[in-house]
């Protein structure tokens, strides 16, 4: 096969893999448009009668149901044959329901006597006016959101003295997002879909620069039908209010017509260019793109990281804000109100902050456990952002420029042939890494000095990589580990410097083993032990004990002399620790092997407490090791072309572990409502 055969017909393979994936994204968006187009099966819920509710949604929905009422006895009305329930104008009839409306809602009531005034949520809704017989009233509202124990309530009263034989609500409007009131989207986007699938299959040489704007045009379209849809499933809310697999039904397929609609305009939207018509934008920007990206690569490499991170803030965050509707229920997350408290107070143990229920169970120099690195950030930034804030941009910022050095020391030292990718995978892996770097913890910072120190070490800089340890001795308590980490390879590294057979006599093998030390890497680490003195010495100021961290009468250590208990603490993580355990050995291995003794004793010094924690929550405790320990031994696994297409299930893993962990181990309501009226 000649050179131009053979580049025909990888053209026209091209091509067809082209239509192919064109037409498989028009079938979903399709499938998207369908169930988007269907109204939801109708909510009605009866109030009144022998069976006191009922839905028929059936299974799908099994939080609607009334809880209690206050209305007597059905009674007959002997001249109608009526069944009714009578209210007291002195005495308010009530209805509780498990369930709640974002959107419009319709009550039905039928009743006749004197007026009656109804409320929903302590809200008036309505004084309906005195009738002599049985009368029908439809009323629409959108309730007032009332939480209570168990979840979002909508309560009715009713005050009067009047008889009720019907009273209905109907929340069909809730999942008619799409419907209700704009039918006429239903009939732009299937003409701009159709629209779409013509123009994808048209030939090559009838495309033209206007189909390529038709497209562009076409999908941008597309794109912004997509974002009101998905705005308005989102201001439904999920939660258990409602119907939560309608919910996703709706939010999954108004996001895919959203992509999809960026995708097709911005991708695969046919354009022209000097060289003619091309398929794709990205032939077009491919050229400048590699051009700038080798000519600057940290640059690009930090473009691709802040758009990688934003994307996970994204998706974590939203989902969450969504569901509980405010960034309480990642604030309130431990140990966030614990740096907030340490924030606020500094350190003073009589602030009256300490007296609140969820903090005054613990002794008063607990706190001294939350390390002044992260709480003099939030502190600084409080008037300027309030204290709520700044413990999650300083995470963020924090990840992205442990993103981009952890590249530059991939790529600078060649333990990785694709070192972005490794970035970006690490930023949300391991497991308790992205939880810890989104949630009100200073794991984020500590991770961040972490790599900035040892970039600094490897790249000879003494003093600097004595500075970053520093900031990592000041923010976590288990930051003086890696200055551990750096005496162990200086010893071996001066044991492997020196020749002990060039010796004659012990002290002459004792004095040449001490002057192959290098001492100016030492004098520079020297500011690590002096950042642990400051901390210690403020902790005197305010505690009056130099000691304080180390006489918390709180378990805050967790380390106990027999090793692997952690195994037997929680049946819940046990499993997960054991398995852990193997893979942070497997990777000590590993550099052995390759003799890299430097990341070995970092990761040796931060691994072996671990083995000696008595706590379920190994993985935690376990991330400063895995820049050693994970990152550089299994380069060679991750850089696989495969991980990459497993690589988004990973993530959906991890953020759906990170969601459920939410739900436990944070302050309780109470405590942070008094919380926050002391940090405004």
Do not use: C
Request: no cysteine.
């Amino acid at each position: 096969m000649t050179e131009d055969a053979q580049h025909n017909h990888t053209k026209q393979s091209s091509g067809l893999i082209f239509r192919l994936a064109t037409l498989g994204m028009l079938l979903l968006a399709f499938v998207a448009l369908l169930i988007l187009s269907t109204v939801p099966p109708e909510l009605e819920v009866s109030l009144l009668g022998s069976n006191s509710s009922k839905s028929n949604l059936q299974g799908l929905n099994q939080f609607v149901s009334v809880q209690r009422t206050s209305f007597s006895a059905l009674q007959i009305d002997e001249s109608s044959g009526k069944t009714f329930q009578r209210i007291a104008s002195d005495t308010p009839a009530t209805i509780r329901l498990a369930a709640f409306s974002y959107h419009q809602v319709s009550l039905k009531l039928v009743f006749q006597g004197d007026p009656v005034q109804v409320q929903a949520n302590g809200q008036p809704l309505a004084a309906l006016p005195s009738t002599p017989a049985f009368k029908e009233y439809q009323l629409y509202f959108t309730p007032v959101r009332l939480d209570s124990e168990g979840g979002p309530f909508l309560v009715l009263s009713f005050t009067g003295d009047a008889q009720i034989s019907a009273a209905t609500l109907d929340f069909s409007r809730q999942w008619q997002p799409f419907l209700s009131d704009s039918a006429y989207l239903s009939a732009i986007a299937t003409g701009l879909l159709t629209l779409l699938a013509v123009l994808s299959l048209l030939p090559g040489r009838f495309r033209t620069p206007l189909s390529g704007l038709v497209a562009l045009v076409g999908g941008l379209a597309l794109s912004v039908i997509g974002l009101m849809l998905t705005e308005r499933t989102l201001a439904a809310g999920f939660s258990g209010e409602f119907n939560a697999v309608a919910f996703w039904l709706l939010t999954g397929s108004a996001l895919y017509l959203t992509m999809f609609g960026l995708v097709w305009s911005v991708i695969a939207a046919p354009i022209i260019n000097k060289d003619g018509y091309t398929l794709a934008l990205y032939p077009v920007l491919k050229t400048p793109w590699l051009a700038w990206q080798a000519r600057y690569p940290t640059a690009a490499a930090t473009v691709v990281i802040i758009v990688a991170n934003t994307g996970l803030m994204f998706l974590f965050y939203g989902v969450l804000l969504v569901n509980d509707g405010g960034w309480d229920v990642l604030a309130r997350y431990w140990d966030g109100p614990g740096y907030l408290l340490a924030a606020k107070t500094f350190y003073d143990p009589h602030d009256s902050m300490l007296a609140l229920p969820g903090f005054s169970k613990y002794s008063n120099i607990y706190w001294s456990a939350h390390f002044p690195g992260y709480v003099l950030l939030i502190r600084v930034l409080a008037p300027l952002l309030g204290y709520i804030a700044p413990m999650f941009i300083i995470n963020f910022v924090a990840t992205l420029i442990f993103g981009v050095v952890l590249y530059r020391l991939l790529k600078d030292f060649g333990y990785s042939t694709k070192p972005l990718w490794l970035s970006v995978l690490f930023l949300f892996l391991p497991l308790r890494w992205l939880l810890y770097h989104s949630v009100g913890a200073s794991e984020g910072m500590a991770l961040m000095f972490i790599v900035l120190s040892f970039y600094a070490f490897k790249k000879q800089q003494w003093w600097l990589a004595g500075l970053w340890g520093a900031g990592l001795v000041v923010t976590r308590a288990n930051g003086i580990f890696m200055l551990g980490g750096y005496g162990l390879y200086l010893l071996w590294e001066a044991r492997i410097g020196f020749k002990m057979a060039q010796a004659k006599t012990t002290m002459a093998r004792i004095s040449g083993y001490i002057a192959a030390i290098n001492w100016r890497a030492v004098a520079g680490l020297t500011l690590m032990p002096l950042a642990l003195v400051a901390v210690f010495s403020l902790y005197a100021v305010r505690y009056g004990d130099f000691f304080a961290y180390i006489k918390i009468p709180e378990d805050v250590k967790h380390v106990f002399p027999v090793p692997l208990l952690s195994l037997a603490v929680s049946a819940t993580r046990s499993e997960g620790n054991f398995y852990y355990y193997i893979i942070e050995a497997a990777g000590l291995a590993l550099l052995w092997r390759r003799k890299l003794y430097d990341l070995f004793w970092l990761g040796f010094i931060f691994f072996v407490p671990t083995l000696f924690m008595l706590h379920d929550d190994v993985l935690r405790y376990s991330l400063p090791a895995f820049p050693f320990v994970l990152v550089v031994p299994y380069a060679w696994l991750l850089e696989a072309k495969i991980v990459r297409y497993f690589a988004p299930i990973a993530l959906l893993g991890v953020l759906i572990y990170s969601w459920s962990q939410l739900g436990y181990n944070k302050l309780e309501g109470e405590s942070w409502r008094q919380m926050l009226e002391l940090l405004k």
